[in-house]
């Protein structure tokens, strides 16, 4: 069976990183623009350095642990027979942290920090600043997080394309489907025949293009769908 799964910020909420929206979520009291986008850099690097040097001590400061949810799907990778396509949104490393691999992250990565001068993508946990210095080329105020803003192409978006194309389940977790391209996503599996399922806490704008909506907290439906997937399997034999 194929299954493309797609993440947003929803499935690490239990484990302590802030949503975008919403209450106390990433976008307030900030402007998009501002903030995650090429001209807000270019206008202020410091200030989107902070924005993120602010999320990636989060993350790596020992408090934030992946939870039941990324656990199940990484489970629900390692099984046999299950060709799992796993796509998130988020630039957090909880997928890998639990277990997951080949993960495709179609936003970036936080822990990754990316030379405008020479292109080299290097691992990056401390701050980021106009000081920082490239460990490939030397470089200096070159350096960004390696992430995609709006009005910058999604990574690896072919291949996911490509995926959702060939499969026979989508299911989005813990996505407000307000971004794009991956907002389309769903309708795209729809579009190749797949069965598609969002797994949500609440209503979004796009809760209507799935076959199924199942509302509640990522890290208890789940575990619960990927037990129920793999039952029914094993009872099919
Ligand atoms: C591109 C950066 C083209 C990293 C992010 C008009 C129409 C259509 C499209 C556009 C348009 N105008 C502009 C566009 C394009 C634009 C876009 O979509 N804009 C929106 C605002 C309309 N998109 C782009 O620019 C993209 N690029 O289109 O390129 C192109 C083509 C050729 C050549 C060059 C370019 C790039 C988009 C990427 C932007 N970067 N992040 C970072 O800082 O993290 S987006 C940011 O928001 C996140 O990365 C994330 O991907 C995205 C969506 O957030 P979610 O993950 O959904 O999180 P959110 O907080 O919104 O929702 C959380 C959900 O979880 C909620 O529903 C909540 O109910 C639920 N939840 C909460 N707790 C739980 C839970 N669910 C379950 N359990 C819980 N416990």
């Known amino acids: 069976m194929k299954i493309v799964v797609l993440t947003g910020a929803g499935i690490s909420a239990e484990s302590g990183v802030p949503t975008f929206r919403g209450a106390g979520g990433l976008w307030e009291g900030q402007r998009i623009e501002d903030v995650a986008s090429p001209r807000g850099f270019a206008r202020d690097p410091e200030r989107v350095h902070q924005f993120y040097n602010g999320r990636r001590a989060l993350l790596t400061g020992g408090t934030i642990q992946p939870n039941a949810a990324h656990l199940a799907l990484a489970r629900l990778g390692r099984t046999r027979g299950i060709e799992l396509t796993l796509v998130t949104q988020n630039i ?6 639990a277990g997951s ?105 796009c809760s209507g293009d799935f076959h199924e909506s199942r509302r509640g907290r990522a890290g208890d439906l789940v575990p619960e769908w990927v037990e129920e997937l793999l039952s029914a399997r094993k009872d099919r034999g």
Do not use: M, Q
């Open 92 to 97: 957090d490393d909880l997928h890998e942290r």
């Open 101 to 205: 691999d080949d993960v495709r992250h179609l936003h970036g990565e936080l822990l990754k920090a990316r030379c405008t001068a020479c292109g080299a993508v290097n691992p990056w946990r401390e701050d980021l600043s106009r000081a920082s210095i490239c460990p490939a080329c030397g470089g200096i105020d070159c350096l960004r997080p390696h992430v995609v803003w709006f009005g910058e192409l999604p990574f690896g978006l072919e291949e996911v394309a490509a995926a959702i194309g060939r499969a026979d389940r989508f299911v989005a977790i813990g996505t407000s489907g307000r971004v794009y391209p991956a907002a389309a996503f769903v309708a795209w599996a729809r579009e190749a025949g797949a069965r598609t399922l969002e797994i949500n806490l609440e209503e979004c704008p």
